[in-house]
């Protein structure tokens, strides 16, 4: 059964940094792209990054670039996000996924992120 768990959500003071960990376990995907979404209770989920499996390729979305890095440790099944300049428009629920065969197939519980102002 596959598993994504999130890890390093908290509470941070706006201008702070946190950095968000994803550990995928049960299978290991032969090419997959991964990715970071948040959600808050009134909002859809949005996209914040994403990340080939390579790593080559990196996607983020306008309100975090700059701020925001993915990356991913391959051999570790593991994704990451730092996220630097935290803004209270930050907060929310964040959640990894693994793309495969173009459908972000498999979710993550989630962890909270509250920034305050």
């Known amino acids: 059964q596959v598993q994504l768990v999130e890890s390093g959500g908290g509470l941070v003071q706006a201008g702070g940094s946190l950095m968000l960990s994803c550990a995928v376990s049960?299978?290991?995907?032969?090419?997959?792209?991964m990715g970071w979404f948040r959600q808050t209770p009134r909002k859809d989920r949005d996209l914040v990054a994403t990340?080939?499996?390579?790593?080559?390729?990196?996607h983020y979305a306008d309100s975090v670039k700059g701020r925001f890095t993915i990356s991913r440790d391959v051999a570790k099944n593991m994704v990451y996000l730092q996220m630097n300049s935290l803004k209270p428009e930050d907060t929310a629920r964040y959640y990894c996924?693994?793309?495969?065969?173009?459908?972000?197939?498999?979710w993550g519980r989630g962890t909270q992120v509250t920034v305050s102002s």
């Open positions: 996924a693994v793309q495969e065969l173009g459908s972000w197939n498999y």
């Open positions: 990340i080939s499996y390579s790593g080559d390729n990196t």
């Open positions: 049960g299978r290991t995907f032969s090419s997959y792209t």
